[in-house]
């Protein structure tokens, strides 16, 4: 410091870090004006747009000099704004060695370990440094000029993000209004701040977004990104807002080489990171919430290695239960009536119980108002709350991470979260508790879904690729067209419902059901009208089907609500939403639904988590009362979970018991069980589901007295062998398939206890005919065949000959003799369709005269076909005219 003078005297010197930020130069502008007569070191900066900016714009307001040109020697007071770091002022780094320097600091930065002390400091947790400032311009009363507070104003706004990063306070807005009132330009604020990404920053873009790895660091998501460039990549920090902004990124780290440098970018929104801590320890800093830092003379390999051992040093794990939990939990014992559970809700002015066996300190799942009401609606009440609670549920421990609360509540649906240590209730986690978390902390919902109780979104995805390779030509036309013509119309459609399911499972397509936002039956009208179909409307349930002059058959439904006046009845229909649409429907994996309009065609959405129960390959009811409002909902849940090879969820399966248990099917119409039925025996191999069946003791509902044994599975193993056979060489070959395997399951009972089943099932006199008489004539029939010591193939055919498919295909399987079994497949493979080569008319050529003889003689052409002694027509003919002739019946 006792070198010669070396130019400029600057008493006093005002500085800010290297690589300036917008509020460096605005806080360094509005020390120039606490302190006149100073003299501002710029440290530089690598943003393009702000050099510009400095250089073009503004430096005529600045009273600036180069570090050479300055005799330090002659400062007596040095004042830093926006750092206090010593690495971060090289500028400046001999002036700081003078023992008798003055040091004023104005810093919003939070300390940090090496910082430069100051004699006189200030220092704040505000959104900019250049709030500080402003604020004390404003208490002395020096008004900046507007080209001043325009550079000031921009400095609050570009280091607050618009007033959107969680740093931001109520002090940024008050001097950014006091700004504004001293003639800030917001034009030029926003023409800096909001910044419009160039075509050359796209492709960096990318590359950070697809570069982007996950590390699960105490329980917080740490989102890093590594890259490198030749060239210096121009406002590399706007490309990394830009990530964090579309991907919504709690925690973001970019690391990029370029040239020979390595710099780290770091954005955060969570309280429990301090990413300006652990950039110092790079060199770097910042803020908790956004910080930088530059790295000499190591790999990214090694920097990403470093970053990662320091963020698990430094990172906070989130142990929030409990302070978030509420407690005393409010319980009731698992044997207490719906009634009086209602009666403790009213009381505490809750919504979720928790049910606890106190006795045993067993907690046994819980139950919600909405249950309870649907209880004392459908006369319920005096059951216990056992019967319709939700037993399929989690808890946590006192140190559960807010990630795994998040995932149980949101992304499970679970409305209440017992906190339990070692075996006891310790409180309750709600979704309001979990929502004014996050709203405190300033944190998004998962999926940015914000269902708790606010608002409740669907879980969206885009699967138009999905569809266009799925499904056939004419299908993606049809569906555009009938989203356009619904979009011209003013309302909103959708695909819904098996469509959706099969085509993510990727099984045929059979139905196309569209529901409408709207009046379905004028739409289906309009379409039908424009494209030349014709139309069946049903104006109680708001429905309407579509036929096209090929017969393809669309169904269209309004979007509708519906409710049960009792138990088993038909529901009462009302106009809704999709969303409520999608809620009367009787599992989760069938509440799918997509988009037909223009402006978001193949958008998928999921409000009851569909898409996960067709990936844990389970089957869920929608609410708790479901098979009690429609008992055929239970013979549905078996039928999905035979086609899909799915499991039956456990509290499903605990609400189809409890359904059973109350008898919900005394008030159903058999029919409506018969047509359930039919679909179970229709499936491609039926007998796992009438396995389910059996295990909920259902046979007892189609009769008390038919009972499922070891030898009725045989019988049905035979019969899926034998129709597997049939349908696989006779594709054309229409019967009905259920009844075999319906007939197999009436095998062993009495004739008066089918006559029961047909009466209780209302089965139509044609198919009772079916299951009954005829059943009983070719059970006989083959009973005589087995017993037969000499049957011959004419006497097979003629035994066989009058029997429906059905029926032939019932005596295979029930054939116990496998040779039986084999010449009745003969028959029908090869002797059903036996018929004579000659007619009528042969017969007249050869002087027959017309009458009874003509059966006669056409029955023995057959026996010799079907002995194998008549090949050719002149075959027949000649044994018809020699057969005439023995018995004088020609001359």
């Known amino acids: 410091m006792g070198k010669k003078n070396k130019g400029i005297i600057a008493k006093t010197i005002i500085t800010s870090h290297i690589n300036a930020d917008f509020d460096a130069i605005a806080s360094m502008l509005a020390a120039q004006k606490l302190y006149p007569g100073s003299i501002i070191i710029f440290p530089g900066s690598q943003e393009k747009n702000l050099r510009d900016f400095f250089i073009s714009s503004t430096s005529y307001l600045f009273n600036m000099a180069e570090p050479g040109t300055i005799d330090f020697s002659q400062t007596s007071t040095l004042v830093l704004v926006d750092t206090r770091q010593k690495n971060r002022l090289t500028q400046v780094s001999d002036l700081l060695k003078k023992k008798d320097l003055k040091i004023d600091i104005y810093d919003h930065h939070p300390p940090m370990k090496g910082d430069v002390k100051g004699s006189f400091e200030i220092t704040k947790q505000t959104g900019a440094t250049t709030t500080i400032l402003s604020s004390i311009l404003q208490e002395k009363k020096i008004i900046p000029s507007p080209e001043e507070a325009t550079i000031m104003a921009l400095g609050i706004y570009e280091d607050t993000g618009l007033f959107t990063y969680s740093s931001t306070t109520k002090d940024d807005l008050e001097q950014a209004a006091f700004l504004l009132s001293c003639g800030a330009s917001l034009n030029t604020i926003v023409s800096f701040v909001v910044k419009e990404i160039k075509s050359e920053q796209v492709t960096w873009l990318n590359e950070l977004l697809n570069e982007i790895t996950i590390h699960k660091i105490n329980g917080i998501d740490i989102h890093v990104s590594v890259i490198s460039s030749s060239q210096y990549i121009t406002d590399l920090a706007t490309i990394v807002q830009k990530v964090v902004r579309m991907e919504n990124l709690d925690i973001f780290f970019a690391i990029v080489l370029m040239g020979n440098k390595i710099n780290i970018i770091a954005r955060n929104s969570i309280p429990e990171v301090d990413v300006g801590k652990i950039l110092s320890g790079f060199g770097g800093g910042g803020h908790s919430y956004a910080a930088s830092a530059k790295v000499d003379n190591q790999t990214l390999a090694q920097v990403e290695m470093m970053l990662i051992e320091r963020l698990q040093k430094e990172v906070k794990s989130i142990q929030i239960a409990k302070n978030l939990m509420s407690s005393p939990a409010i319980t009731v014992e698992p044997d207490i009536t719906c009634k009086k559970a209602s009666a403790v809700m009213t009381r505490y002015n809750i919504n979720t119980l928790l049910v606890v066996d106190k006795k045993k300190n067993d907690y046994q799942g819980y139950i919600t108002r909405q249950i309870i009401e649907k209880t004392l609606y459908h006369k319920l009440s005096d059951l216990p709350v056992t019967e319709y609670m939700n037993s399929e549920t989690n808890f946590i421990s006192l140190n559960a ?49 914000t269902e708790l109780g606010i608002k409740k979104n669907a879980k969206k995805r885009h699967i138009e690729n999905i569809l266009y390779q799925r499904i056939d030509n004419r299908t993606k036309l049809l569906l555009k067209n009938i989203g356009a013509i619904g979009n011209g119309l003013g309302y909103n459609l959708f695909v819904v419902g098996g469509f959706v399911r099969d085509l993510l499972l990727n099984r045929p397509i059979d139905d196309i059901d569209i529901v409408v936002e709207g009046d379905g039956i004028k739409f289906a009208k309009h379409y039908a009208k424009k494209e030349g179909c014709r139309i069946n409307t049903y104006k109680k349930f708001g429905t309407a089907v579509i036929i096209f002059p090929d017969n393809l058959k669309i169904d269209v439904a309004s979007a509708r609500l519906e409710y049960y006046k009792t138990p088993a009845a038909l529901p009462i229909v009302e106009k809704s939403s999709i969303k409520l649409d ?219 000959i009058n029997f429906k498919t059905e029926y032939i295909l019932y005596m295979m399987a029930l054939a116990k003799d496998e040779k039986v079994r084999k010449a009745i497949s003969n028959f029908y ?63």
């Not at 010799?864 to 020609?890: C, M, P, Q, R, V």
Request: aromatic share 10%; charged share 25%.
């Open 582 to 800: 999608l809620a009367r429907r009787d599992f989760t994996i069938n509440t799918l639904a997509i988009s037909l309009n223009p402006e978001n065609f193949g958008t998928m959405i999921d409000y009851f988590g569909a898409n996960r129960d067709l990936k844990d390959k389970t089957i869920r009811t929608i609410h708790n009362l479901s098979f009690v409002e429609d008992p055929t909902r239970i013979f549905r849940a078996i039928k999905f979970s035979n086609r899909f090879g799915f499991k039956i969820g456990k509290v499903t399966s605990n609400l189809i018991k409890n359904a059973i248990k109350i008898d919900c099917f005394k008030n159903l119409s058999g029919l409506r069980v018969l047509s359930e039925l039919k679909q179970i025996f229709e499936e491609e191999n039926p007998i796992p589901a009438i396995k389910t069946m059996e295990s909920y003791a259902l046979e007892k509902i189609i009769h008390k007295k038919l009972t499922i044994i070891p030898n009725t599975y045989h019988l049905l193993e035979s019969v899926n062998k034998i129709l597997s056979w049939h349908d696989l060489l006779y594709v054309e070959e229409q019967y009905p398939r259920w009844s075999v395997y319906f007939m197999a399951l009436l095998n062993r009972c009495s004739y008066n206890v089918c006559e029961e089943i047909c009466a209780r099932l209302k089965v139509p006199l044609k198919e009772s005919r079916l299951l009954l008489e005829k059943r009983y004539k070719s059970e006989k029939q083959l009973y005589l065949i087995e017993n037969s010591t000499n049957y011959t193939k004419q006497d097979l055919y003629w035994a066989l």
């Open 829 to 891: 493979t090869h002797q059903r369709g036996l018929k004579p080569y000659i007619k009528g008319r042969d017969l007249l050529k050869i002087g027959l005269k017309p009458g009874p003889v003509f059966t006669t003689i056409l029955h023995i052409v057959l026996n010799e076909k079907l002995d194998g002694k008549l090949k050719t027509k002149k075959e027949e003919i000649l044994f018809a005219k020699k057969y005439a002739s023995k018995n004088k019946l020609i001359d």
């Open 401 to 449: 991470e807010v990630s795994q609360i998040e995932t149980i509540i949101i992304e499970g649906k679970q409305r209440i979260l017992p906190v339990i240590d070692n075996g006891w209730i310790k409180g309750v986690i709600t979704r309001t508790d979990l929502l004014n978390y996050l709203v405190q902390h300033n944190k998004a919902l998962k999926n940015n879904e």
